[in-house]
């Protein structure tokens, strides 16, 4: 079937998150997406023809024509106030199909039938557990991931960034705004940092939805502290969230999968950790954070070792965004441009890529993603060495040549600080 070919449509439509949304459904059709302000943003098969554009508004009203809009596209306006992108999406290929002869092609679940480029859904009904996704870069995880058809546990206890308090808001939140896209997710308000909570969120994955395919172990929290001011409970409850969690929900996941191993079962399950330029570079200030961060990668590494027999892969991710975990940390100042570098959703598409059947066969990796870099972090090498000795006299000789062949430690960005 050949691609339909129309006009570009230009479509009104009522869409709080229109980027991602339009991202997701661009990724979908294989179609160019860009953008232009006032809020319009412009869809466009580059090879066919087709395509729409639409200006995202909180309410209905006569849009104002971006700059790219030609009389014709002004004509072919439709006057219509759409709910969500799929519609508008599924109206323009529809469309499309008529002025080729073709019927309409109802919802977009037939939209790949209309069009040879649209992409298989990468997550296609497998189910994540995706632990502190309310917010931040989890919650984009968690819409990401459910846009290509995974269905989600969307794990938070909905504190604050210090961890305290509760409130379980953020969860449903993320819980509708999937089903709103026509996706499948449950809310879980468990603690991950204790034994019991770790163990009940996978218990529900499996209860909910009858499997378990991926976790991602993404729930943290901050408490900066310079090492002699740092008390012990500030320690503490940094390393509980961060390095207990990823352990507790990941050792109930694998116990889950060694077992389907031994009844003959086939696994393609993963654990994605998430670690941090912090961890694995160092950042003063933050020696608990880093610590449970350095922690993590080394786990991942291990765990990887460990649970490949079983059909399992695990790797960590440390993204760098501007999150209300990070705000405070020079980062709420930067120019819109670093800001818009800074998203969120700049991580989003590595971790939905590693959840993904594509990525089998990746494991035991440290990935680093933001909106300036995609790369892998590199793990501890030996550098320059030399023969044993057994004189500390004989100490100072033998380490300071090496010392000099030695590369730096890499700054927070992960390049070689200056001598």
Known sequence: MGRPSFRIQTICIDCDDAHRMADFYGRLLGWETTFSEPNWVLMRDPSGGTGLSFQAQSSY???????????????????????????????????????????PTGRLARVASANPCAMTKMCEGRVVIITGSGRGIGREYALMMAGEGAKVVVNDVGGSRDGAGASEGPAHDVVAEIEAMGGEAVANGDDISSWEGAGNVV?????????????????????????????????????????????????????????????????????????????IYGNAGQTNYGAAKAGIASFS???????????????????????????????GGASEETKAMM????????????????????????????????AVAESWHRGPSTKPVDDPSEVDAAIRPLLAKARPNSDMFGNDKPA
């Open 343 to 374: 998203d969120p959703r700049w991580i989003a598409p590595l971790c939905t890529w590693l959840a993904s059947p594509q990525s089998a066969g990746v494991t035991g990796r440290v990935f680093e993603a933001s909106g300036a870099y995609l």
């Open 203 to 279: 218990k529900q994955a499996i209860d909910h939805f009858g499997t378990l395919d991926v976790v991602v172990n993404n729930a943290g929290i901050l408490r900066d502290r310079m090492l002699v001011n740092m008390t012990e409970e500030e320690w503490d409850a940094v390393i509980k969230v961060h390095l207990k969690g990823t352990f507790g929900v990941s050792r109930f996941a694998a116990a889950y999968w060694r077992e389907r191993s031994k009844n003959g079962e086939t696994n393609d399950a993963r654990i994605i950790n998430t670690t941090s330029p912090s961890g």
């Open 301 to 331: 590494i291990i765990a990887a070792m460990e649970l490949d027999r079983y059909g399992v892969t695990v790797n960590a991710i440390a993204p760098t965004a501007l999150t209300r975990m990070t705000e405070d940390l020079g980062l």
């Open 61 to 103: 009203r006569q849009p104002t024509w971006p700059e790219h809009a030609s009389g014709q596209d002004k004509m072919l306006h439709l006057d219509i106030k759409v709910d969500d992108l799929e519609v508008a999406v599924e109206h323009a290929v529809a469309s499309g199909a008529q002025s080729a002869g073709r019927g």
